[in-house]
């Protein structure tokens, strides 16, 4: 394939104004009845993304895993999980994504092995001192016996535990930001840097399109280890829910993340990947604290984007969207990058439900999805929010996330339950049977399978697909100029080329501006009803 048939209608790269779909495989499509989504599910279904209009597919990762965090502990970036399947899969699903003219990324996750990778076994069992510990970040305890710093993991408890060596006080600790399943590697240790430049080429070799890279602003900490300086009232032992804590982190000394070096890393990553053809991709998960502190992840020479968790996590507040609009494509104009939008992924509670739930969470999040659709750049969708999925209140028995098991509250799976396909039952066609999958699915999706939407064009998966062929008709080409117009407090409407947008966050109905209608996340009449979005412009004759 020529450079140029990599590059959209704008004629800039593919991923710029690309809709990319996560696909999180133990919960997308199980091919082998086993109750966990697989590779070669994921490649049976590829024809249902091409027909809903997405550009690219991400993949969160598939690689040999023990599952203590569903994959985002890695113990081998070089093979497939026996779960998923094989690489042949692996490379099927790639050649059969390419067919179809999608690209797909792939979740790379390098601030952390599994404790199961050869490394962290051969660090154990060299000990102290060995050049095999100093991939990873061990410490001997504090001169009182106790860790060697106060942080926390991000999943609750301390962020250290001992390694089973020594006796009692004269064992060391190691560092993990996670589970205590997942140590952190030391990035200052330039092994750890050339193993992931192999794992790059290994991916990119196999026609991996980009990589989603998994906390992307963690590698580099502080190399002092110095504690944290925690403010009074934040209290991170309980662990960081992204939705709640992650609000509150703004000026919090965090010396584990978003260090200056980190940058280091991905300016040598781009010169990796630009060694490549097809304008390939790196896309940042950096939970950092400002749009400014994101956009420096997007300069020329580092990576392409960063995802937008400014979006995901404002509330629903017209002002508070258009705010983080205009943070946004200021601080990625600075840098001269593209902006990102997201609402929901495997790690926070669907839309749906963050913005009330039930027909207003619905209407809400067809709405807020259809004016990010709107917006200059590239969208984030994830797995299910196309058939308007709400979370699941998971019983506790079958939660298998770490953040709950460590903390006992709370806990990711409810967005993590296998999407509904078909039928009237659980599994609704997520497998082969009856065989139940591995979080159960609630009886009332039996409304919201693909089939039972894909016969009714009111149907949320409808309206996702009409919203992707309109993106594709009034929105590639409008430029990435964005006006913001005033039309009430409680009204977010804004102008990119020919197309306005209106968003009503209030309780009434508003007036509308001249234009025809050219997309509605629902009905509308001469006035927009509450919670409702339009895209107004000329319609073609
Ligand atoms: C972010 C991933 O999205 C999340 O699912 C995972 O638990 C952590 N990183 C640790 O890898």
């Not at 690309?18 to 696909?23: E, G, H, P, S």
């Not at 690219?56 to 502990?73: E, K, L, M």
């Not at 039928?423 to 591995?438: L, R």
């Not at 927009?528 to 107004?536: K, Y």
Request: proline share 7%.
């Amino acid at each position: 394939m020529g450079l140029n048939d990599q590059r959209d209608v704008s004629g800039q790269e593919w991923w710029r104004h690309a809709v990319t779909y996560q696909v999180y495989p133990r919960s997308f499509a199980d091919a082998n009845g086993d109750g966990i989504g697989d590779l070669a599910g994921i490649t049976s279904r590829l024809p249902y993304l091409r027909d809903l209009g997405v550009d690219a597919v991400w993949i969160s990762p598939f690689y040999t895993s023990p599952q203590r965090d569903h994959g985002y502990d890695v113990a081998d970036y070089h093979d497939v999980d026996p779960l998923f399947g094989t690489l042949a899969d692996a490379d099927e699903l790639l050649a059969r994504a390419h067919e179809l003219g999608l690209k797909v990324i792939v979740d790379l996750v390098p601030n952390h092995t599994s404790s199961d990778h050869a490394w962290f076994q051969a660090a154990l069992a060299a000990g102290p001192g060995s050049p095999e510990r100093a991939r990873y970040l061990f410490r001997d305890a504090a001169p009182d016996g106790s860790r060697p710093n106060n942080w926390m993991s991000v999943f609750g408890g301390p962020a250290w535990s001992k390694a089973p060596d020594g006796t009692g006080d004269d064992a060391q600790w190691y560092l993990h930001l996670f589970d205590e399943s997942q140590p952190d590697l030391d990035w200052r240790n330039p092994e750890v840097g050339d193993m992931f430049v192999e794992v790059l080429r290994f991916w990119l070799d196999r026609g991996a399109d980009g990589f989603r890279v998994d906390v992307a602003h963690g590698l580099l900490k502080e190399e002092s280890l110095r504690d944290q300086v925690l403010p009074g009232g934040l209290d991170l032992s309980r662990g960081l829910p992204a939705t709640e804590a992650m609000v509150e982190r703004a000026g919090v000394d965090e010396p584990m993340w978003d260090q200056p070096e980190v940058h280091d890393v991905y300016r040598r990553w781009h010169e990796v990947l630009a060694e490549y053809d097809g304008d390939r991709m790196l896309v940042a998960e950096a939970w950092t604290q400002t749009p400014e502190s994101m956009a420096r992840y997007i300069r020329e020479d580092e990576m392409s984007q960063a995802f937008n968790f400014a979006w995901l996590l404002a509330p629903w507040s017209a002002s508070q969207f258009a705010d983080v609009i205009t943070g946004t494509l200021e601080a990625v104009a600075d840098v001269h990058g593209s902006p990102t939008w997201v609402l929901s992924n495997h790690d926070v509670a669907r839309h749906v439900t963050r913005y009330g739930g039930g027909e207003l969470g619905l209407a809400r999040a067809r709405a807020a999805t259809l004016t990010m659709l709107a917006l200059p750049g590239s969208a984030y969708l994830y797995q299910g929010e196309e058939l308007g999925l709400p979370e699941v209140d998971v019983a506790p028995e079958h939660k298998q996330d770490p953040f709950f098991l460590r903390t006992g509250v709370g806990g990711r799976d409810g967005c993590r339950v296998p999407l509904p396909w078909s039928g009237d039952a659980p599994p609704f066609g997520f497998g082969p049977g009856d065989g139940q999958p591995w979080i159960p699915q609630p009886d009332a999706w039996a409304a919201l399978t693909v089939d039972k939407q894909e016969a009714d064009p009111g149907s949320t998966l409808g309206f996702y697909r009409a919203a992707l062929a309109a993106r594709r008709t009034f929105a590639h080409t409008a430029g990435d100029d964005v006006e913001m117009l005033d039309l009430g407090a409680d009204v977010l409407a804004f102008r990119r080329g020919p197309v306005t947008v209106v968003l009503n966050c209030g309780d009434q109905p508003v007036g509308l501006p001249a234009g025809d209608v050219l997309m509605a996340s629902g009905p509308v009449a001469d006035t927009l009803p509450a919670d409702t979005a339009v895209w107004l412009g000329e319609a073609p004759a």
